[in-house]
């Protein structure tokens, strides 16, 4: 040892790691996007926005909600009820759905030729003369830009061969979002171009955005049980760690449960039921503009979330709604009183009632019925218990590979237990502790490198049912005539 002298300051870890509040409701959505209003479109790449401008220009945006899905989803989430940030990811490719629409003949009015199309390919115009013998040149005989509809603008320039025609005949691809498969949103990984696609791009949102997915949506997509499967498989292990809820659609079309009286037997017959997912039923509108319950009702439980610090213990249930009506796939109008949506309830259904305004209804994840165990069917209870285990991975991660001391089991307890008092005290839990149990650590897991913990966690159970027992007391009369 070297000879030492004078005053030496050491540091130790601190005893109290600080916790790491994972955020609880982000929407991840998979759908469509009109993205030849873009330069460099991004395709089955997950993208993030913090606001309305930030999302039209990474995605394109247009009203035609039906087809370009994501679209609903900005809409919804920045115009609506005014969270952030979404997570995108678009997998229309203009390389493969798109079709070629033919010559058609456009009158030149002032130099220009406009077309009314949503979704044309700028780069795929070709520009010919009437009889259609002379093919004009971008750059020399005319441009190519949209207006602020998007619909396209084609300039004729002043020098160009083109410059006395009275009209032109032109032929261009568009998009065709109805080439889009639930293949498609489905995904997987192509092998040949090394890349993730549609819902396995989920698993790369919080290696390449740093945020956790909360919320999995696809609207348009999600009443098809091919792709509702896939995304309850994706609320699992996302990144290897975390949890999410998805929130889908329950078919309200001819061929679904277009009455509120088939909603079970289509949930039960095509297996929707699992404690991670949140069924919907059926769509809403607002004005005449239809949209799907999925996305308003994420949106709502972002909006909850984010009105209770970020901690998702208060149910999206009884929430007001800024919508006008319920409506099936078809448009036509649905009316429930709140018996028949206690009944959906009882199926573990989410809808809503016009009860002094719209308001959200349901408290039960899709699991309901054939689970009832509390921490399964409750969506808070649900949310909670995978809030609190994302929160306890982040936070805790960093101790991973850490020697195995009594001094790491003993920050993680007492850090987690004060971390817990916190929410009892705000009245968010009923009570928290964790303990490191001898008999849940036998000596060959701990030489294995493998230590546990067990904690017990209690969210509150929503108030679903409040009672009154109303009784005339004639002694009080007697009294009070006395």
Request: proline share 5%.
């Amino acid at each position: 040892m070297p000879y030492t002298c004078g005053i030496h300051i050491y540091e130790v870890p601190t005893s109290i790691i600080a916790p790491i509040e994972s955020d609880s409701a982000i929407i991840v959505a998979v759908g469509t996007a009109p993205v030849n209003q873009l330069e460099k479109p991004i395709i089955n790449e997950p993208v993030i926005a913090y606001n309305y401008k930030e999302a039209v220009e990474k995605m394109g945006f247009s009203s035609n909600f039906k087809e370009y899905t994501l679209s609903e989803v900005i809409d919804v989430a920045f115009s609506k009820f005014a969270v952030c940030p979404i997570v995108m990811i678009n997998v229309l490719d203009p390389k493969e759905h798109k079709q070629r629409q033919e010559s058609k003949e456009f009158n030149i009015i002032d130099k220009k030729v406009t077309i009314a199309q949503e979704g044309i390919l700028l780069d795929s115009i070709e520009v010919k003369d009437t009889t259609e013998s002379i093919t004009y040149q971008l750059g020399i005989d005319y441009e190519v830009t949209f207006n602020s509809n998007y619909d396209t603008i084609i300039h004729i320039l002043s020098e160009s061969a083109a410059g006395n025609e009275i009209a032109v005949k032109v032929s261009y691809d568009k998009l065709d979002p109805s080439l889009v498969t639930s293949d498609d949103i489905v995904g997987g990984y192509d092998n040949i171009e090394k890349k993730y696609k549609g819902l396995e791009c989920i698993s790369q949102v919080y290696s390449k955005l740093g945020v956790i997915p909360g919320q999995i949506i696809a609207p348009g997509f999600s009443q098809r049980p091919v792709v509702a499967s896939v995304m309850r498989a994706k609320t699992e292990k996302i990144s290897g760690l975390f949890r999410a809820t998805t929130v889908v659609d329950i078919d309200s079309s001819e061929t679904g449960a277009e009455s509120y009286d088939m909603v079970y037997e289509w949930k039960t017959q095509n297996s929707y039921v699992n404690e991670n997912m949140i069924c919907c039923y059926p769509m809403v509108k607002i004005g005449d503009i239809p949209y799907h319950f999925s996305t308003i009702w994420a949106a709502m439980t972002a909006k909850t979330d984010a009105q209770n610090n970020n901690v998702p213990y208060v149910s999206p249930s009884n929430k007001d709604l800024p919508i006008t009506g319920l409506v099936t796939e078809s448009g036509k109008s649905v009316y429930l009183d709140l018996s028949q949506a206690s009944m959906l309830n009882g199926y573990g259904v989410c809808t809503a009632i016009n009860l002094n305004g719209w308001k959200t209804r349901g408290d039960n994840t899709s699991v309901y019925p054939s689970n009832t165990d509390v921490k399964d069917r409750f969506i808070p209870v649900r949310r909670m218990f995978s809030w609190w285990a994302n929160s306890f991975i982040q936070t805790y991660f960093q101790k991973v590979d850490s020697p195995m001391n009594r001094r790491l089991i003993d920050a993680v307890i007492d850090s987690e237990n004060i971390r817990a008092n916190g929410y009892v005290a705000r009245g968010m839990l009923a009570g928290a502790r964790i303990e490191f149990m001898e008999s849940e650590n036998p000596i060959t897991d701990l030489l294995n490198g493998t230590i546990r913990f067990h904690q017990y966690l209690t969210p509150y159970p929503p108030a679903e049912t409040i009672e009154n027992t109303l009784e005339f007391d004639p002694d009080t009369l007697q009294s009070a005539l006395s």
